[in-house]
């Protein structure tokens, strides 16, 4: 069975700094871009960031862009996202994701997700 764990998520004060894991099991995704969405309450799902199969091309949303960095580890079927100079509107629930091919800003393109891991950045 295909599975996708996130862990790290928590409660920090702004400017602090998190790092996200995401481990998968059931498959191996090497030749999968791997990804990261977050979701707010009474938001839709938002693209944070993608990393393609070998870790040469990345994707950031613009808001995040030098704050975060996303990287992989393959032989750990493994993703993972620090979060650096953290601000209150990036509290959300992060998701890891994937899916066969390149990168993609939807999220109906990924096939695979995990349960989300809470993110709360206070002020």
């Known amino acids: 069975q295909v599975q996708l764990v996130e862990s790290g998520g928590g409660l920090v004060q702004a400017g602090g700094s998190l790092r996200l894991s995401c481990a998968a099991s059931?498959?191996?995704?090497?030749?999968?871009?791997l990804g990261w969405f977050r979701q707010a309450p009474g938001k839709e799902r938002e693209f944070v960031s993608t990393?393609?199969?070998?870790?040469?091309?990345?994707h950031y949303l613009d808001s995040v862009k030098g704050r975060f960095t996303i990287s992989r580890d393959n032989a750990k079927n493994t993703v993972y996202l620090q979060m650096n100079s953290l601000k209150p509107e990036d509290t959300a629930v992060y998701y890891c994701?994937?899916?066969?091919?390149?990168?993609?800003?939807?999220?109906?393109?990924?096939?695979?997700w995990g349960q989300g891991t809470q993110v709360t950045v206070s002020s």
């Open positions: 994701t994937a899916r066969p091919g390149g990168s993609s800003w939807y999220a109906d393109s990924y096939d695979y």
């Open positions: 059931g498959r191996t995704f090497s030749s999968y871009t």
């Open positions: 990393i393609v199969w070998s870790g040469g091309s990345t």
